[in-house]
């Protein structure tokens, strides 16, 4: 697979970008407490999911004091619609007791005590530290995973190896964007089963090569898309002088 050069990358972000001009979070939240909680909850879950159940919940429990307060049955109840509800409350009563003994019931701002409370990853950090704390980072997620070896940007075995060549890979400008950018691509364009190729505004610049849109639209949004010639620029030798005979 071919790779993709610092400028196509960067062409690759400005249109994504310009789709969605505010990216954000799907899940709602209160607090940095409350966006940990709701990032927990969506482990094998959906943020539609996670959203019908946690507004009744952070109504009463917005702090790890309160949700330490409700009990592990309580919030078991409460969030019994989510996939693994009770290792998920068991999480979330023992990551609220961690955040009141360790860090004065607050949220770190720091990957490293992030990743030692409960139910946390790798991935559950990054998006804590870029949606409360607004840190560059990537959270790469199945959607994420899915676009970065797809497309071609960044391909990578691994959660890890992804997140690393897609953050070599982002505009400075843009990478604290870049992780909803590349989330939301992948969730309702770059699908898992059937990619929606003729709506893609990346498509041309995409080297998956089992494309659900005929070549000439791709080309013809690609044009439309495209503000300037996406070949690499050539470096101008001046002419060479011809030797004048004696």
Not at 62 to 80: F, H, S
Not at 192 to 218: F, N, Q, S
């Amino acid at each position: 697979m071919r790779s993709f050069s610092k400028r196509q990358a960067a062409e690759f972000y400005r249109r994504l970008a310009a789709t969605r001009p505010i990216p954000q979070t799907e899940l709602e939240f209160i607090n940095p407490f409350t966006l940990l909680v709701a990032v927990v909850l969506s482990a094998q879950a959906t943020d539609i999911g996670v959203n019908k159940a946690t507004p009744a919940l952070f109504a009463i429990a917005d702090t790890p004091a309160q949700m330490l307060a409700l009990g592990e049955e309580r919030v078991a109840q409460m969030i019994r619609t989510i996939g693994l509800y009770r290792t998920k409350a068991r999480n979330i009563i023992a990551l609220s007791q961690m955040l009141i003994e360790q860090h004065g019931g607050t949220v770190p701002q720091d990957r490293e005590a992030l990743e030692k409370l409960p139910g946390v990853g790798r991935k559950t950090a990054n998006v804590v530290l870029n949606v409360a704390f607004g840190e560059p980072t990537i959270a790469v997620d199945t959607h994420i995973f899915r676009v970065g070896n797809r497309s071609g940007i960044a391909p990578g075995k691994n959660p890890l190896e992804v997140e690393r060549g897609l953050e070599a890979m982002v505009p400075k400008k843009l990478k604290g964007g870049a992780h909803h950018w590349l989330i939301l691509h992948g969730r309702y364009t770059c699908k898992a089963r059937k990619p929606d190729c003729p709506v893609c505004v990346v498509a041309d610049l995409c080297r998956y090569g089992a494309k659900t849109a005929p070549a000439e639209m791709i080309a013809a949004r690609a044009e439309a898309a495209t503000p300037a010639p996406l070949a690499e620029p050539r470096v101008s030798r001046p002419p060479a002088r011809r030797a004048r005979r004696r």
